[in-house]
């Protein structure tokens, strides 16, 4: 019984939180992903190049001397106006096209791929680790759990709550499901679809950006960590239904833990290949993923 006790203690209840931590940033990311595809019906291949876009644009502003938490802050704010620029500039531009979703996905996979380059052009191609806003470590109930990965469970959890809270409780975010839900009598209704739109993307951009700079501080940053990275948070949207933002909590939290959990048993090139192998049995049995639409929630 001790044995199950110190192994719960010192080894699984560490992974637990490792997971969840690396599950909150994953949520911001597919969530963003989410709110693009419910709202523009565009999935957006370059949504890991902008996650790496925060990661990059707080390690430089660090090396300006700006303090991480500021940086919490004013990256996202800053990457707002970047991502109602693409919207407006390129996505607009073939949005109206009958084959939109091809033409929309090929620009988005070039618009990343210029991005990676660009970061590996600006930053090199070697990997930077920048230190922990919050060293040291609490033990709770016996088990050694790091500040800042508490921190960003906490702080990651209270953002999710507020897009929520602000999709599904506000004026706002009724005008953004009405255009969801049926963009011609929306603006019939008078709600400014255009701007709804752009700012949508924008948001979904800047929601990235927002899991770039918490997550600098526990991964390395590199000009390819988009790539990585948007492979799960597409797997988490898919799982958990295209469209649905509680779906993105469930699948995000769920996968992440499998991935931690399976970690401890086999080798950890093998947990990328569970999380998919999860992701087609869904795709086989329910299609459409545990969770509705954006418009239909």
């Given at each position: ?206 929601l990235a950006g927002f899991a770039g700079v918490l997550l600098a501080p526990i991964y390395s940053v590199f000009p390819t960590m988009g790539r990585d990275f948007i492979l799960m948070a597409f797997t988490v949207v898919i799982v958990g239904g295209m469209g649905s933002i509680a ?51």
């Amino acid at each position: 019984m001790a044995e199950v006790l110190d192994y719960i203690q010192f080894v699984l209840a560490p992974q637990v939180v490792t997971g969840l931590a690396f599950g909150v940033a994953v949520i911001l990311v597919a969530i963003g992903l989410t709110i693009i595809f419910g709202l523009l019906d565009v999935i957006n291949m370059s949504h890991g190049e902008f996650y790496a876009f925060g990661a990059f644009s707080a390690l430089a502003l660090g090396w300006l001397g700006i303090p991480f938490w500021l940086l919490l802050v004013l990256v996202p704010l800053a990457m707002l106006p970047v991502g109602y620029a693409v919207e407006r500039i390129l996505i607009q531009r073939v949005f109206n096209r009958p084959d939109r979703h091809v033409t929309t996905l090929l620009l988005t996979f070039g618009l990343g791929l210029v991005l990676e380059d660009a970061f590996r052009l600006g930053f090199g191609p070697n990997p930077y680790r920048p230190e922990t806003p919050i060293p040291g470590a609490v033990v709770l109930f016996g088990i050694f759990l790091p500040n800042y990965r508490l921190f960003l469970i906490v702080v990651g959890a209270l953002v999710i709550a507020a897009v929520a809270l602000v999709v599904y409780r506000t004026r706002l975010g009724a005008m953004v499901r009405a255009a969801a839900f049926d963009r011609n009598m929306a603006a019939s209704l008078g709600v400014p679809v255009a701007w709804v739109y752009a700012g949508a993307f924008a948001f979904g951009i800047s929601l990235a950006g927002f899991a770039g700079v918490l997550l600098a501080p526990i991964y390395s940053v590199f000009p390819t960590m988009g790539r990585d990275f948007i492979l799960m948070a597409f797997t988490v949207v898919i799982v958990g239904g295209m469209g649905s933002i509680a779906g993105a909590v469930v699948a995000g939290l769920f996968l992440t833990q499998v991935q931690a959990i399976a970690s401890l048993y086999i080798s950890p090139v093998w947990t990328d290949p569970i999380v998919f192998g999860i992701m087609v049995v869904m795709l086989m049995v329910r299609p459409q993923g545990l969770f509705g639409r954006l418009g239909y929630a």
